[in-house]
């Protein structure tokens, strides 16, 4: 490591900062840490799944008795639980804890999922959307379509060559 004196330690490195490869290098270690912080389409998928399949029994014990109930430690890192709340109310003489486990609306996490696996179902069929198929064979059909009202107008859609 350089060691600079004070009164040229900033000059430096502000001089430093406007070379190309110290620019370059900082991109890269910049990018780096965006890459990590960004969950990709597999991480989002993943989470989405987990959540979609995820039921309030996963992550719940019920004691033999039914009196009491435990949360499993995963439950407080699961993607698909929104929150959890405790109290302990009165029943009687008996004190009871009630445990209220919110989740992350299922439907919405498989519509998304469907989103990006371009899938959906309409009265019970399901359909998978290919929007580049679709372009190509829209394409195709516009151009099928010109070639044949150009033949029953007796013209060429290919520019006509000449012989010089």
Same mark, same amino acid.
């Given at each position: 490591?350089?060691?600079?004196?004070?009164?040229? =330690?900033?000059?430096?490195?502000?001089?430093?900062?406007?070379?190309?490869?110290?620019?370059?290098?900082?991109?890269e270690l910049?990018?780096?840490?965006?890459?990590?912080?960004?969950? &990709?389409?597999?991480e989002r998928q993943k989470?989405? !799944?987990?959540? =979609?399949? *995820? &039921?309030?029994?996963?992550?719940?014990?019920?004691?033999?008795?039914?009196?009491? !109930?435990?949360?499993?430690?995963?439950?407080?890192?699961?993607?698909?639980?929104?929150?959890?709340? *405790?109290?302990?109310?009165?029943?009687?003489?008996?004190?009871?804890?009630? *445990?209220?486990?919110?989740?992350?609306?299922?439907?919405?996490?498989?519509?998304?999922?469907?989103?990006?696996?371009? !899938?959906?179902?309409?009265?019970?069929? *399901?359909? &998978?959307?290919?929007?580049?198929?679709?372009?190509?064979? =829209?394409?195709?059909?516009?151009?099928?379509?010109?070639?044949?009202? =150009?033949?029953?107008?007796?013209?060429?859609?290919?520019?006509?060559?000449?012989?010089?």
């Amino acid at each position: 490591m350089a060691k600079y004196s004070p009164k040229t =330690a900033a000059y430096i490195g502000s001089e430093n900062l406007e070379k190309p490869q110290i620019q370059a290098r900082i991109r890269e270690l910049r990018q780096k840490v965006e890459d990590k912080a960004i969950a &990709n389409v597999q991480e989002r998928q993943k989470i989405l !799944t987990q959540i =979609a399949r *995820t &039921n309030t029994e996963d992550l719940l014990e019920i004691s033999e008795d039914g009196r009491d !109930t435990q949360i499993k430690r995963e439950a407080l890192s699961s993607p698909a639980v929104a929150s959890i709340r *405790t109290q302990q109310v009165a029943l009687g003489r008996m004190p009871v804890r009630i *445990t209220r486990v919110s989740m992350i609306d299922k439907t919405k996490a498989i519509d998304i999922l469907n989103k990006m696996d371009k !899938t959906y179902t309409e009265g019970g069929n *399901t359909y &998978n959307i290919n929007i580049d198929k679709m372009v190509v064979d =829209a394409r195709g059909k516009l151009q099928d379509a010109l070639c044949r009202l =150009a033949a029953r107008a007796g013209e060429s859609l290919l520019p006509e060559q000449t012989n010089e």
